[in-house]
């Protein structure tokens, strides 16, 4: 613990805003369980004010990981989005009287959470550019969904057999049976990344591997 300042210990020991907001109006998870760090933020934003009401997270890592993670929640919590926003890995780690040099990612972690839930929010409320949904922007979002067992995303893993975006409507087919054990959860993950956009008015998934021998 000698590499930790005595505000990284605190934060550890005694985290802020910690579990999850039920009826949360954005979410975001970062992360990779195969790394061994994960950070999943909920909001609750003032659609007036932009004011961030309500903030938690559900760290699944290490000291630095939980220490991050209190840390920004405290800093954003009563800010707008704007200047949350703002907030960059760097603050976070200097509000913690500093980072050993090989856990500062743990902020930018933390940092990316944060903004990736704001910009969900964001673009369900319509305060982002409207640029049309493309296959590359599909792609980008894909990426992001993970496999819970592996932590690799399902376009590394070639689960991502093909996709299509024609008229609203994104047809996904993955290389997995409906009956596989992470099937759901990948569902989800997909159309919590797509369902929001504002010109997609479907998400199709076609589970289209071979059941197995």
């Known amino acids: 613990m000698a590499l930790y300042s005595k ?13 999850e907001i039920a009826d949360a109006d954005a979410a975001a998870m970062e992360g990779s369980p195969a790394c061994g760090d994960m950070l ?17 997270f559900e760290s699944f890592g290490c000291a630095s990981n939980i220490a991050t ?3 920004i929640t405290e800093m954003a919590k ?15 780690a200097d509000e913690l009287d500093g980072l050993p040099p090989v856990k500062m990612h743990c902020a930018v972690l933390a ?8 910009e969900q929010w964001k ?11 493309t296959p590359d922007k599909v792609l980008r979002k894909l990426r992001n969904v993970l496999n819970p067992l592996t932590g690799v995303s399902i376009v590394r893993m070639q689960l991502l057999l093909d996709f299509d975006v024609a008229d609203g409507i994104v047809t996904i087919d993955l290389d997995l049976t409906p009956e ?3 099937a759901s959860h990948i569902s989800e993950e997909i159309h919590e990344k797509l369902d929001h956009l504002w010109d997609v008015k479907e998400v199709k998934i076609n589970f289209v591997g ?3 021998v």
């Open 111 to 118: 940092v990316d959470a944060l903004k990736s839930a704001i």
């Open 180 to 182: 596989h054990k992470f």
């Open 78 to 92: 009563g800010r707008t989005i704007e200047e949350a926003e703002r907030i960059g890995w760097k603050q976070a």
């Open 7 to 19: 505000k990284v210990i605190e934060h550890f020991k005694h985290p802020r805003n910690v579990g």
């Open 40 to 56: 999943k933020i909920t909001l609750k934003i003032d659609e007036k004010t932009h004011v961030i009401t309500d903030i938690k």
């Open 69 to 71: 993670a209190s840390i």
């Open 210 to 212: 071979k059941p197995e």
């Open 123 to 133: 673009e369900r409320h319509g305060l982002v550019e409207k640029e049309p949904t």
